[in-house]
C-alpha cells in the first residue's frame, strides 16, 4: 500500500538558516506524483510543487528547493535562508489509484527571529 | 474565480446533532474529496467523487456521508454528531490527468466542534 512518512514532526530554526524537510514514500506504481502543500497559520493548503516519477531533476524555485531520488523513495525539501513567513506546517503528498492523494503526517516549521 | 468555497467556516454542534457541510468549486473539476485534519495525522480522507452522481469511501468514512448531485458541488453530511468528529474539515476539488497527476485545490476549511 502507498505511504508517505514525514518523520521530523517539528523543526525549529533561527532566521536565515537552511532548513530540510524530508519526505519518504511507498509505492508499488511505476508511474506516479509527489507533492508539496503549505499550510500557514492562516489554515489554508497551498501548493508548492508538483514533480512526477519520471523527472528526478531537483527543482530550484527562489529559495525554495526540492530533491526527487528514486532511488532512496525520498522528496526532501529545502528551504535557504529561512524567514519567519516560512513559519507553517508542510505536507508531502503521494498520488493513489483513482484520483486520490496521501499523506503524510506534516512536519511543523518554526523559524525564529 | 472563487476556487473552492466552503460553508460554513465553523460551526459548534451538540452530541446527537446533524449537519451538512457545503463544497462548492467554480473550475469545472470532476474529482472532489473531503477530508479531515487532526493534530498529528495529516489530511485523512472521507469521501471523494469521481464525477457527478458518482461517489466512493475513503480511509476514513464512518459517521459521515456525501452527495453529489451537482458536478460543482459536494455535500458532506453528519447524521448523529460525536465528539471525536471534532476536527478540521477541507473539501478539494482536482482534474486527473493521464499517470495519476492530480493537484488538488483546497477550500479554507471548516472548523467542526462538537460537545
Known amino acids: 500500500a502507498q505511504k508517505v512518512t514525514q518523520a521530523q514532526t517539528e523543526i525549529s530554526v533561527v532566521e536565515k538558516e537552511d532548513v530540510t524537510l524530508d519526505c519518504v514514500y511507498e509505492t508499488r506504481d511505476t508511474t506516479y506524483y509527489l507533492f508539496w502543500y503549505k499550510q500557514p497559520p492562516s489554515g489554508e493548503l497551498v501548493f508548492l510543487i508538483r514533480r512526477n516519477s519520471f523527472d528526478e531533476q531537483n527543482e530550484i524555485s527562489g529559495r525554495y528547493s526540492w530533491n526527487f531520488q528514486k532511488s532512496t523513495s525520498s522528496f526532501n525539501f529545502t528551504i535557504t535562508a529561512s524567514q519567519v513567513v516560512d513559519s507553517a506546517v508542510y505536507f508531502c503528498a503521494l498520488t493513489e489509484g483513482g484520483g486520490k492523494l496521501i499523506f503524510g503526517q506534516g512536519t511543523e516549521l518554526s523559524v525564529k527571529p | 474565480n472563487a476556487g473552492v468555497t466552503q460553508t460554513p467556516k465553523f460551526r459548534v454542534l451538540k452530541t446527537g446533532q446533524s449537519m451538512t457541510l457545503l463544497c462548492a468549486q467554480d473550475?469545472?473539476?470532476?474529482?472532489m474529496y473531503w477530508y479531515r485534519q487532526d493534530p498529528g495525522m495529516g489530511l485523512r480522507l472521507i469521501h471523494y467523487?469521481?464525477?457527478?452522481?458518482?461517489?466512493a469511501k475513503g480511509e476514513v468514512p464512518d459517521g459521515y456521508n456525501v452527495s453529489r448531485l451537482k458536478k460543482q458541488n459536494f455535500l458532506l453530511g453528519l447524521e448523529s454528531a460525536a465528539p471525536s468528529q471534532t476536527s478540521v474539515y477541507f473539501c478539494?476539488?482536482?482534474?486527473?490527468?493521464?499517470?495519476?497527476?492530480?493537484?488538488?485545490?483546497f477550500g479554507p476549511g471548516t472548523r467542526l466542534t462538537v460537545l
Open positions: 478539494a476539488s482536482s482534474y486527473v490527468l493521464a499517470g495519476g497527476d492530480n493537484e488538488q485545490f
Open positions: 467523487s469521481v464525477g457527478e452522481g458518482t461517489t
Open positions: 473550475m469545472n473539476h470532476e474529482y
